[in-house]
C-alpha cells in the first residue's frame, strides 16, 4: 500500500531527557486544528525544514477507518498482497490458517489512533468512544501528532509515496525505505513532543541517546509480548498471536528505523536525514548494520532470475532481504543472527503439484554462504514436511533452493536455478568489511569511509577519530574517558562517563552543562521567551530566569525562596524558612 497508515504510537521506550530541562505548560489549545498547528511550529524548528504549507486535519470514526484500509488493502491485493501470502505459505512463514487480508485490516482498525495519507495530504486521528456531553473527544497525545505530521511534513519535501509506489518490485528496499519514514518520524516525533512540553529531548540529552541504543537488544520475533496501550486501544493482544514474520516486519521500521536515523542526525546533522530520503537504504541490511550505508557502502547484488522451468508457471518474483531471511532461519523463537547477506530473489511457482519456490542468494563469502546453507537444511526444511520436494545448491558464495517441487526434480531444478541466474554487482558498491580490516583496527587503521573520514587506534577501546565535511566525533576509551562530537546541528563535549560535559542543540536552541554536585546550566532562546536555569551545589543555590518569571533559592527553598516578573501580578515575594519576609 502506498499510504503511511502503520500504527505510530507504539513507543518502546520511556526513558525520555535526563531530569532538568525547564519544563513549562504549552500553549493552550481547544481544537485538534489547533493543537495540530502549534505542534507544526515546534517541528519545524525541531525538524529544521519548513512547512510549505499547513496539514488539513480531520477526525474519522472506526467505521470510516475500516473501509479505508479495506479500500486501501483490496487496491493492490490481487498483484502484490496475495501472491506474497501464497509464497510466504511455501516458505513456512505464514501458517495456512491465517487469511493476512481480513486480519491485517481487523488489526489496523483496532490499532491505529491517527495515520497521514499520502494521497489526500491529510492527518486523520480516529475518534474514540466516551466523548462528553458536548461531543468532545480526547485530542491525540502530542507524540503521535508530530509523529504523523512528521510524515507530512517530509512528504511535502520528498513525496514519500511516489518512492513508496517506486519500490514495490523490491519488498526489502520498501521495507528499508518504510524504517526511513518511520524511524524519522519516531526521532523528530519524540524530540517535538518533549520540546513542546518545555523539555527538550534531543542529542543534547545523552539519556536519551543510551537508551535508544538500548533498542539494539530488542527481538524483533518477541516484541508482540510487549504489552502496548495504544490511545485506548485493545493493544498488542492480537500481535501476541501473530506469526515471527508479521511482528517482525510491523516493528522493523520504528525499533530499527529509529537506531538508524538517529544514528544519522547525531553524527551527521539533518542534512543526513534528508540524504536517506533522496537516497535510501537499499536493504533492510543496510538499517540493521547503519555502518554499511554510513561508513562502507554496501550495496546489494542485482538478482536475475532465469524463466520458469518447463511445466512451471511464474506467478510472482520478491526480494526477501536478511530481516526476513533471519526470520525464516528462527529457531526456539529466536530469530537468526546469519549475516553477510549480499542479495537475493524468489520466484512462485504454479505447478502441477501445488504452489511451489525457486529462490537464489548471494553472500560476502563462502563461509557465510554455507552456513546460510546448513541452517536452511538443518531447521527450515525439514519444519516443512516436504521430505524430497526441497533441494539446496551450492557454489561459492551462490546458493540456490527450492521448496516443494515434486516429481523428483527438486534437485535438477536447484542446480538449474544456480547455473541459469545472473548476478551483477552495482556500481559504488564497496562490498563487505574485509576480516583484515577488522583487525588491523585494534592497533592502528587509517583508512577513507564512505561519508568521513576514520583514525583509530586499538578500536573503540582506544582513540577513535571520525571526521566529515562539517564536523568530527572524537571518543577515548569508548566514550567512557572523552567523547565530543560536532555537526551543523549540534556539539557535545562529555568525559568521566558523560559525568561532567555540556552540549548545544541548534534546531531547539539549547544548551546544557554539568559538574556533578556542583554545577549545573540549561539555556533556552525561542525568540521573545527567553529561560535559563543555573545550579551550585547539587541546586541547592538555584537560579532561573524566563521572559515573564524569575525564582531565586537557597537549600532547596527550604532556607530562602523568592520569585519575581511580570506573572507575579502582585508583585515580589519571598519566604525564609518557610515564613513570608515580603509579600
Request: negative net charge.
Amino acid at each position: 500500500m502506498n499510504r503511511l497508515h502503520r500504527p505510530a504510537a507504539l513507543v518502546l521506550l520511556s526513558v525520555f531527557a535526563s531530569c532538568n530541562v525547564l519544563p513549562h505548560e504549552p500553549p493552550p489549545t481547544d481544537t485538534l486544528a489547533d493543537q495540530a498547528a502549534a505542534i507544526e511550529v515546534v517541528l519545524a524548528r525541531v525538524r529544521d525544514l519548513p512547512f510549505k504549507h499547513p496539514v488539513p486535519v480531520e477526525e474519522q470514526d472506526k467505521a470510516t477507518l475500516k473501509a479505508y484500509l479495506d479500500d486501501s488493502i483490496a487496491k493492490t491485493w490481487d498483484t502484490v498482497g496475495a501472491p506474497s501470502e501464497r509464497a510466504y505459505r511455501v516458505f513456512g512463514l505464514l501458517p495456512r490458517d491465517l487469511e493476512m487480508k481480513s486480519w491485517a485490516s481487523e488489526f489496523m482498525t483496532d490499532q491505529i489512533a491517527g495515520y497521514y495519507d499520502t494521497e489526500t495530504k491529510r492527518y486523520y486521528t480516529i475518534a474514540r468512544a466516551g466523548g462528553d456531553d458536548d461531543g468532545n473527544r480526547d485530542l491525540p497525545q502530542p507524540f503521535l501528532l508530530a509523529h504523523e505530521l512528521t510524515h507530512a511534513l517530509e512528504d511535502q519535501h520528498f513525496d514519500l509515496g511516489a518512492m513508496d509506489e517506486a519500490l514495490a518490485h523490491d519488498d526489502d528496499r520498501n521495507l528499508a525505505f518504510h524504517a526511513v519514514c518511520e524511524g524519522s518520524a519516531m526521532d523528530s516525533g519524540a524530540d517535538t513532543a518533549l520540546d513542546a512540553g518545555g523539555f527538550p529531548g534531543s542529542c543534547a540529552s545523552p539519556v536519551l541517546r543510551t537508551g535508544i541504543s538500548w533498542l539494539d537488544h530488542v527481538d524483533l520475533a518477541d516484541v508482540g509480548d510487549v504489552e502496548i496501550d495504544v490511545d485506548g486501544g485493545s493493544g498488542s493482544k492480537d500481535l501476541q498471536d501473530a506469526p515471527a514474520i508479521v511482528r517482525s516486519e510491523l516493528y522493523f521500521p520504528y525499533v530499527k528505523g529509529w537506531m538508524f536515523m538517529n544514528r544519522l542526525r547525531a553524527e551527521y546533522g539533518y542534512e543526513a536525514v534528508n540524504e536517506a530520503f533522496r537516497a535510501p537504504p537499499e536493504s533492510s541490511e543496510q538499517i540493521l548494520h547503519p555502518e554499511r550505508y554510513v561508513d562502507r557502502l554496501d550495496r546489494p547484488q542485482l538478482v536475475e532470475l532465469p524463466t520458469a522451468p518447463r511445466g512451471f508457471r511464474e506467478i510472482h518474483q520478491q526480494t526477501l532481504g536478511l530481516l526476513r531471511t533471519r526470520v525464516l532461519l528462527a529457531r526456539e523463537g529466536d530469530l537468526s543472527d546469519i549475516d553477510g547477506w549480499d542479495g537475493d530473489r524468489y520466484v512462485l511457482w504454479e505447478t502441477p503439484t501445488g504452489d511451489a519456490i525457486g529462490w537464489f542468494s548471494v553472500w560476502d563469502s563462502e563461509r557465510e554462504a554455507n552456513r546460510f546453507a546448513d541452517e536452511l537444511e538443518a531447521y527450515v526444511l525439514p519444519r516443512l514436511g516436504a521430505i524430497g520436494a526441497c533441494a539446496v545448491a551450492r557454489d561459492g558464495e551462490r546458493v540456490a533452493v527450492t521448496i516443494n517441487v515434486h516429481d523428483g526434480r527438486a534437485q535438477s531444478v536447484a542446480d538449474q536455478l544456480l547455473r541459469d541466474t545472473k548476478v551483477t554487482v552495482q556500481d559504488g558498491d564497496e562490498g563487505p568489511d574485509r576480516w583484515y580490516w577488522r583487525a588491523l583496527r585494534w592497533p592502528l587503521a587509517i583508512r577513507p569511509l564512505h561519508k568521513s573520514f576514520e583514525f583509530k587506534v586499538a578500536g573503540n577501546w582506544g582513540l577513535d577519530w571520525r571526521s566529515h565535511d562539517e564536523g568530527h566525533k572524537f571518543r577515548v576509551l569508548n566514550s567512557l574517558a572523552l567523547h565530543t562530537e560536532n555537526n551543523p546541528d549540534r556539539f557535545g563535549f562529555w568525559m568521566l562517563l558523560g559525568l561532567v560535559g555540556m552540549s548545544t542543540d541548534r534546531t531547539i536552541d539549547y544548551s546544557y552543562a554539568r559538574i556533578p554536585l556542583i554545577f549545573t546550566w540549561h539555556g533556552r532562546n525561542e525568540g521573545a521567551e527567553r529561560r535559563a536555569r543555573f545550579g551550585l551545589v547539587a541546586n541547592a543555590i538555584r537560579y532561573e530566569n524566563d521572559r515573564e518569571h524569575k525564582s531565586f533559592d537557597l537549600l532547596w527553598g527550604i532556607l530562602f525562596h523568592s520569585k519575581w516578573g511580570e506573572r507575579e501580578r502582585e508583585g515580589a515575594r519571598a519566604w525564609m524558612l518557610g515564613i513570608p519576609i515580603w509579600w
